[in-house]
C-alpha cells in the first residue's frame, strides 16, 4: 500500500501561484510513476501532470502546459505540482496519485484525498 497526502492548497488571485505538496509512505515511492489530476464541481477527474519514476519524463495537459511544473524528491518521498499564472478555470480539487505514468485515471493504484485550489478572479 502507498499513503498519500496532499498539501498546498489554497485561495489566490489570478495570476498568483501555489506549490502542492504530496507526501506518501509505505510502498518504494521511487517504484511509481505520479501523476496529478483535478476535478471541479460538477466535472470528471482529468488529467494535469505526470511524472516517471526517475523525473526525466513528464506530461501534461494542454491547459496547463508553460504554466505548471511536476517535479519529485525521491530522497523525500513527494511529488510538487509548481503552478504559476493561475488562472479562474484552474479551480478544482487537485488530486495526487501514484502508478504507472499516464492520463488517464486507470493506470494510478493509489489517491491521496485532495487539496482545494480556489483562483479568484
Known amino acids: 500500500q502507498v499513503q498519500l497526502v496532499e498539501s498546498g492548497g489554497g485561495l489566490v488571485q489570478a495570476g498568483g501561484s501555489l506549490r502542492l505538496s504530496c507526501a506518501t509512505s509505505g510502498r518504494t515511492f521511487g517504484n511509481y510513476a505520479m501523476g496529478w489530476f483535478r476535478q471541479a464541481p460538477g466535472k470528471e477527474r482529468e488529467f494535469v501532470a505526470a511524472?516517471?519514476?526517475?523525473?526525466?519524463?513528464?506530461k501534461y495537459a494542454d491547459s496547463v502546459k508553460g504554466r505548471f511544473t511536476i517535479s519529485r524528491d525521491n530522497a523525500k518521498n513527494t511529488v510538487y505540482l509548481q503552478m504559476n499564472s493561475l488562472k479562474p478555470e484552474d479551480t478544482a480539487e487537485y488530486y495526487c496519485a501514484a502508478g504507472r505514468i499516464g492520463s488517464i485515471t486507470s493506470v494510478y493504484d493509489y489517491w491521496g484525498q485532495g487539496t482545494q485550489v480556489t483562483v479568484s478572479s
Open positions: 511524472i516517471n519514476w526517475s523525473g526525466y519524463t513528464t
